[in-house]
Every structure is written in C-alpha cells, then in structure tokens.
C-alpha cells in the first residue's frame, strides 16, 4: 500500500522553515503589493491610457487567471519530485521570470515623454502583453508552488498553521515596506501653468523602484529556496479535478457556499475600491501626495487592530453576527467621511476605523469557509475540502475582477483627465470630487450589501455552527 505522507529523512521542521517561508511571501509581494499600490495611477497619469481601459483590462485578467491558476496547480500536481523536492524547484524557474515581467510593467516610465514619443495604441499594447505576461502566467507560475508547498513542508497540522502565520506576517511587512516608502520616493511636486503646485506621480521614479524590487524579489525567493526543505512524499497520482462548469452547480445547490461567495465579492468592492482609490484621494482630492505613507501605516493599524479582537469577539458572538454589525459599522463611517468631506487628517483617522470594521471579516473569512465546509459534510454526506476551496478562491477572482473594473470605469464616467500631467494641470473640481465619491460611496454599498447577505442569506450563524459542531462530533465518534 503507498504511503502519501511518508516524510523522507530530513532535518526537522523548525523556525529557519518559518522565516523561509516568511521570505517566499515578501518576494511574492515585493510585485503584488507594488501592482496593487501604484499600477492603475501609473498606467492612467503616466502611461497616459484611459481608466475604464485600464479597468476593463484588470478585470479580464482576473478571468484569465481563473484558468491559469488551475492550470499551474495541475501542471505542479505532474511535476515529478526532484532532491530538492516537488514544488520548490518552480521558485528556482520562475523567479526571475516573475520578476522581469514586473519591471517591464513600469520600464516606460524611464521615458519622460512617453505620452508624447509613444503612439496610444503602442502603450495600451505594452500594457496588455507584460501585465497579462506577469499577472496571470509569471506570478501564478510562482505563487501556486509556493502556496502548494506548505503541505509538503510538513505533514503536521500546527507545523502547517506556524506557516500560514509566517506567510501572513510576510505579507504584512512588505505592505509596510512598500506602502510607507514607495509613495515617498515615487511622487513629485511640478508647478501648474496656473502657477500653483501638484504632487504627481514620476514614472522614472517608479521604474527605478520597481527595479529595485524585482531584485528584491528575486533574493527572497532564493533565500524561501534554502531555507525551506520538503519532507512529505505523496505515491498518489493527482485526479483530474472538478471543471469550473461542476463547482458552479455544487455551489448553486448550497445555500451557505454561495451566499458567503455572495459576500466576499461584496467585501473586496469595499475593500479594493478604498485601495485603489487611495493612490488618488491623496494626490489628486488632497494634493499631499507624501501622506498616502501614513493612510498605508492607518490601514496597518486598523488591520492589525482586527486580527487583535477579532477571534475572542467572533468567538463569543458568532462570526457571521459580528460581521454583519462590523460592516454596518463600516458603512456608516464611509458615508460619514461622504459627508464631512474633512481635512486630510481627520480622512485617514476616520479610514483606520474602516480598515478595522473591514478587517474583523477578513480575518475570520476563511474560517467562515471551514463552517461551509461542515455544512456541506452534513447536507451531502461527504467532505468537499477541495471542490469548496476552488470554488471559493474562483469565485474571490472573479470579486476582484468586478473591483478593478469598476474603479477604472468610474473613473472614466467622471471624465478622469490622463494626459493632466503632460499637460502641467491639475484635475478639475468636479473630477476631484468623483474620486472623493467613489472611494467612499462605492465601500459604503459593498459594506451594506456584505451586512445584508451575512445577516438575511447566510445560513450559518452561531447557534447552527455549534450545532453542526456537535453533530459532526458524534458522527465521527459513531464511525470509529
């Protein structure tokens, strides 16, 4: 009989496997995070290409990595071990691919005059090839390894969980790193033809940086290479999994699936909106581009204030209860800041308090998908760990693609000018406005509609979870 969690014979799983692991996260994000702090403003203020392009091409990426990511997974779960193992000779292949592809995203901007001395439709064709060239093959040939391997890092469930907290505390830092230093390197003040000022974004400035973080990124990776050993062996030939045409009827068929994917897309509008619109609000509303470092550090409070509270509060509440009063919460604070319309500071106070209402369902979101997942035991008779998994991380895709392209839409409908920084203007009163609303409006319906679906359609609230918790209990104690 093959053995699927045979560990070979390697030193033991320790703090170096954490820190390794830690690294592979931060050289994940050295491009993830960068994309998603500056790109959008970078594409529409220095590549000078029109938001709702922008935002329509995010979004259908989102779609096209619906397929790759399941292609990589399939095209790991072939892949024959080798000595250093299963899934971490792919960081070895792909990190200088994922980190090239990075830098030719922003290597325009080493052309000052790039709106002038390339042709529109050369510069929407650059964007298209490298974004597409590193988002949906680059990075998922990297990232779906990397997330792969932490199963084969160590059979042990709280080895497994030590990981999943090294990954985090990862990702953490290089927010930081890059949301507090990039926008302090990446902007400019130019004076206006009116002879006021404007902080704008330098694309040279930014090529530079992005540069220097595909370094960056290709020494983490290497440094997650090292560091990070492989110890379980699986026999097992991987099946062919569920196509996306049968995790979509299973998920219509069960009512606690759909409506938490229901809500997670609702959570990453109010979530993403704020996040790209932030690379706005601060230069454009406020005029004060410097002060997007500290809203990055406001958003870090906020966060790290919710992962503080979040499970002993959940815990005695219920998680879809406290979810739903969070995201009323939320909502009534976006609408707020609409109203107020305060000064920059007052703005990133009151947006901490966004960034901690939204926070409590991001930190027990997943845990929400493990009640699903009992649910679904219970409704159907088996455990669909894998099919709701998939589903859940196809339907977050698809939640990200209605984000991106809804920012670069309403950007466009409110005649967002490209080209004001090759022009030395500012944006108008009224477009500065629109991007005030947008970023605050937009959050405040993704919050009400997530408190509506957690409250009203989701199934699963405390009194049920415990119940089904018990029920499993006692059917696993009957079978043994």
Excluded at 130 to 154: D, E, H, Q, R, V
């Amino acid at each position: 009989m093959a053995n699927h969690n045979r560990p070979t014979p390697h030193r033991k799983f320790g703090m170096r496997d954490n820190l390794g692991y830690l690294f592979g996260d931060f050289g994940n994000d050295f491009t993830f995070i960068l994309s998603t702090t500056i790109l959008m403003k970078f594409y529409t203020d220095v590549m000078g290409v029109s938001a709702g392009v922008v935002g329509t091409l995010m979004m259908l990426a989102r779609f096209v990595d619906a397929v790759t990511d399941v292609t990589m997974g399939r095209i790991c779960d072939a892949s024959k071990r080798t000595k250093a193992g299963k899934f971490k000779p792919w960081l070895l292949r792909m990190c200088v691919p994922v980190a090239l592809s990075s830098f030719l995203m922003y290597a325009p901007g080493l052309d000052a005059n790039i709106a002038h001395n390339w042709s529109y439709g050369v510069r929407t064709g650059w964007l298209i090839v490298t974004y597409l060239l590193w988002g949906s093959f680059c990075y998922t040939g990297i990232n779906i390894p990397y997330g792969s391997m932490a199963s084969a890092i160590s059979p042990n469930a709280g080895d497994r969980a030590s990981l999943s907290t090294f990954r985090t505390l990862g990702g953490t830092l290089a927010g930081i790193f890059i949301g507090v230093g990039l926008p302090l390197f990446a902007y400019k003040t130019i004076r206006l033809e009116n002879g006021g000022t404007q902080d704008v974004l330098s694309g040279q400035n930014v090529a530079i940086a992005a540069g220097v973080f595909s370094i960056l990124a290709i020494l983490c990776y290497l440094l997650c290479y090292k560091m990070c050993t492989e110890r379980v062996v699986s026999d097992k030939i991987a099946e062919k999994g569920p196509s996306v045409g049968q995790m979509l009827g299973s998920a219509l068929r069960n009512r606690a699936l759909i409506s938490i994917i229901v809500a997670s897309v609702f959570m990453l509008l109010a979530q993403l909106t704020m996040q790209n619109m932030m690379s706005y609000v601060y230069p454009d509303y406020y005029n004060a581009a410097y002060l997007q470092s500290v809203g990055s550090l406001t958003m870090v409070l906020g966060m790290g204030t919710a992962a503080a509270i979040a499970k002993p509060v959940t815990t005695r509440y219920g998680k879809a209860e406290v979810s739903s009063l969070c995201s009323v919460a939320g909502a009534i604070v976006c609408l707020a800041i609409w109203i107020i319309r305060p000064n920059v500071y007052v703005y990133m106070a009151m947006t901490s308090l966004f960034w901690l209402f939204l926070g409590v369902f991001s930190m027990v979101n997943w845990a929400l998908i493990t009640d699903v997942i009992d649910y679904s035991e219970l409704k159907n008779g088996i455990r669909e760990d894998g099919s709701v998994y998939a589903m859940y991380s196809f339907a977050r895709k698809l939640g990200q693609a209605l984000a991106s392209g809804l920012s670069g839409w309403l950007l466009t409908a409110i005649a967002y000018n490209e080209n004001a920084l090759a022009e030395g203007v500012a944006q108008t009163d009224a477009v500065k406005n629109g991007i005030f609303t947008i970023s605050t409006l937009v959050p405040a319906i993704g919050f009400i509609l997530l408190a509506a679906v957690l409250w009203f359609w989701y199934p699963l609230h405390k009194k049920q979870v415990d119940a089904n918790i018990m029920a499993l209990k006692k059917k696993h104690g009957d079978s043994h």
